[in-house]
């Protein structure tokens, strides 16, 4: 047995250039993007809805379209790590976006008067003070973004390679090297496997620690205001309860004019800009649609097909959706289950919080589709798809709860914290009473950002069937719309695709809007802690 | 309100805080915050400590609480030895520190879930009493979120009586509330605390706000910069109510200034 060290640092490498990339481009969209919405009213009326939608929308679903519309356009190495980069790209950068516009939103007004003194041209302005006055929030929300892209990286690789369905022969599009290529390509027990695990746990420690905290040390100079309190200055709680208010969509403020007095006056003009965005999305969804089906020979252009055969897809997918949305909650039952005790004992504990947050940054930082193969191995579990998919989707998501505990709990004021020794109550009450209730808020933002990655997840977790292993079907559930909509992708089935990724945004957004704007509402409402 | 309410004379000594001192450790380099700290509280007396800010008088307070251990010395609270928390201490914070998600009785029975030797009614009537003994009756039932910076520290003083405490604690319990709500407090102060209806039978009050601590003292303890040392013991004997215009109290305003500096 003999380790191909050439070939795995070659995959990470490659994985490494499409991530630098789509962040350098993420970057520069973010500070035009951002500066832009927050210097124009007419702009940010349109910007924020836009970005709000990519935000809550599966974006994983749409990649398919993505790739098949990009590749088709450009057949070659150049098309298929250019769709990679683009996914990767609307996977981190709408969150550095709303970053750099809350930065120069809250550049004080005295600054902004003092440009205008001096006369100022606004190329000036930019250069001197709204890329300077982000560069704080950029370098943070940077570090989060890379973890979420580095998932999107690799679930996109292992799509765009294909996978083996019954109806397709494996056609592989040309992307030769990355890790989600080698986590397909290697034989799941071999050392090579192993060692490109190995790898990226060395590459994600040393980026992270090499660059990004660098990156985020440096950006220190450029803050405006003091932050009061010391234990707020770990990336965690800095980031988690900066975005703690933000990082759910907007369109929950919406029907409540109450929530974050900072945004009470966008949100008029949100509401208003809404429409508009929505019809720029779906214009923009319905060229994907029409350009991938254009590339892909346009077969089924010529015979339209009849309504009572699509009718009878979109019942298997409605079905499909049903499992999903079962097997979604139940996974996040158990994240709950293990993510809040965890994450509120993990920051009662000063001494644990500081071993063990550096720990789980990295752990969390390992894109979950690339265990997939290795979480087959495991006897019993392996051979069961549906633990399979829920093991996947649990590595995927938990963090999101777990962080957003954590940095809800270290935000309660210290003296919340002596609040039960001083009264001598128990540690059950102290729980049920103070830690808990102080944790909500951060974690119904964690949940909603939890369901929302388990929905993407789905698309790796519930169908898994590389061209690598000859074998046969690596780990398949029994049905679930990731599945649906893996299998229509590999037989270029765009009709199934359509109704699949559709009907699952439609759920996806619906219920944000019934279920989880209510929810939210209340609990900050009552459970937000303000003096 | 207490039953078994110990029975000591006017002037005796209820808290005791004997030769404390508390090193920070930072790098295993010990950081001395307080330095050998002594003083007395007396019975139906209001104890000041003031001090330079960040000099350690909060962290005295919350020694005395038995929320931190001193590194050396101790302290007595009726002659025993405070180690942790106990029920006849109780403290009033800062920034109140009430729970958002329970109305203002909620908060004040929290203080009292520990207490198992009384039924759920007595805490209820306790509660109540003490809400009403802050000023709060009529207001059982309203969330945090809802009252006055004002009212949310009364209940934070209620919360703190309801437990029949002997000493009661107060960190610079009036200085998140805006002047007109503080000076209204401060002067009610006295009269809720250091009263026959209450066990209370000291209070010991961090400030550093001088004039406050000359309205409201019977004793000032003057703490010096870090680390903490005592600089100044004196006994207030200003009659009350205190003039806060007249020459007497601007002289001792004075005096104590001239111990910060």
Known sequence: MSLDFGLVALDIVSSWVRMVLAMGLSVVFALAVGIWAARSRRAEAIILPLLDIFQSIPILGFFPFVIAGIYGAIPNFVGANLAVIVLIFTSMSWNIAFGVYEAVKAIPQDYLDLLSVSRTTAWQRIRSLYIPASMSRVAYNTQISWAVGLFFLVASEIISIGQCTPASNCTNIPIPYGIGVGATNFPPASADYALLIGGIVVAVIIWRYLFLRAFALWSEKFKMMEEPREHHRDPITRFYSYVNHRAVSKLFLMAHDVGVSRFTSTISRFRKGLKYAVLIFLVFFGLLVFSSVSHSGGVNLGSAPSLSFIAQQEGGVLYALGVSFVRVWYVYGICVAIGLPMGIAISLNFKLYDTVSPILEVISSIPAPILLPAIVLIPVVGGMPEAVAAIVIILAIVWYIIFNVMAGVRTLPADMKELPSVYQVGRLSAWRNVYLPGALTGFVTGSITAIGGAWNALIIAEYFNPSGTPAGVLTQVGSGIGKTIVIATNNADYLTLTLAVVSMTVLIVSFNLLVWRRIYHHVTKRYTYNR | ?261
């Open chain 2, 1 to 261: 309100m207490s039953e078994e309410q110990v029975q000591v004379a006017s002037g005796s000594t209820i808290v005791t805080v004997d030769h404390v001192s508390l090193d920070y450790h930072k790098e295993k380099e010990p950081l001395p915050v307080l330095v050998d700290v002594s003083l007395k509280a007396a019975k139906d007396e209001l104890v000041a400590i003031t001090g330079p800010s960040g000099c350690g008088k909060s962290t005295l307070l919350r020694i005395i609480a038995g929320l931190i251990k001193p590194t050396s010395g101790r302290v007595f609270v009726l002659d025993s030895e405070v180690k942790e928390p106990r029920a006849d201490v109780s403290m009033v914070f800062q920034n109140f520190v009430l729970l958002p998600w329970r109305t203002a009785l909620e908060n004040v029975l929290f203080g009292l879930s520990s207490r198992n030797d009384l039924s759920e009614e007595q805490k209820q009537q306790k509660a109540e009493t003490a809400l009403e003994i802050a000023g709060l009756a009529g207001f059982e039932s309203v969330y945090p979120g809802e009252l006055s910076g004002g009212m949310k520290q009364r209940v934070g003083v209620a919360r703190a009586l309801a437990t029949d405490p002997q000493v009661m604690l107060l960190d610079e319990p009036f200085s998140s509330l805006d002047d007109l709500t503080a000076e209204r407090l401060r002067k009610e102060t006295h009269s809720i605390l250091i009263n026959p209806q209450t066990s209370v039978q000291t209070v010991i009050l961090v400030s550093h706000n001088v004039e406050e601590i000359i309205e409201l003292a019977d004793q000032v303890v003057v703490l010096s910069g870090r680390p903490a040392h005592v600089v100044g013991d004196l006994k207030v004997d200003l009659p009350r109510p205190r003039n806060k215009k007249s020459d007497e109290f601007f002289q001792w305003v004075d005096k104590v200034y001239s111990l910060l500096s």
